[in-house]
């Protein structure tokens, strides 16, 4: 079965709430999409050629996921301004995702923060305990 997607995600939540478990099956159920899964710490030590590489690739990407998104400071700001421009720009569904709360989005630039607006953005927060514990714990 596919989830579609029609507009931006925000998915906020403590830790082992499920949330890259989430992104992880919308990548499965999306292939048709050539989805793309990025921690944010990875792309904050990409050299510049593997930025370019990277944004080049991005010509039929429908799907961004961006996970661990706390370490998004880590991201060169005009590299991040990039991103968000080229998938933008592909009309690609952007998911943002980590272990943060709702008020997270404030501290995004202007920029990123119109960009994900401008196609609609849902903000899903999860809530409840640490499931890995949980599931330790039985």
Request: charged content about 25%; glycine content about 6%; proline content about 1%.
């Amino acid at each position: 079965h596919l989830i579609e997607l029609k507009c931006n995600l925000f998915l906020c939540g403590g830790v082992g709430t499920g949330k890259t478990m989430f992104c992880a099956e919308l990548v499965k159920r999306n292939t048709h999409r050539c989805p793309r899964y990025f921690c944010a710490c990875d792309l904050a030590y990409l050299t510049n050629s593997k930025r370019v590489d990277l944004l080049s690739s991005l010509k039929h990407c429908e799907l961004f996921i961006l996970d661990e998104i706390s370490d998004i400071g880590l991201i060169n700001e005009s590299f991040l301004n990039d991103l968000i421009d080229k998938l933008y720009n592909n009309d690609c569904i952007f998911v943002l995702c980590g272990n943060v709360s709702k008020d997270f989005l404030n501290s995004l630039n202007i920029k990123v923060l119109s960009r994900l607006n401008a196609n609609g953005l849902e903000v899903c927060e999860f809530l409840g305990e640490d499931l890995r514990i949980a599931k330790i714990n039985k």
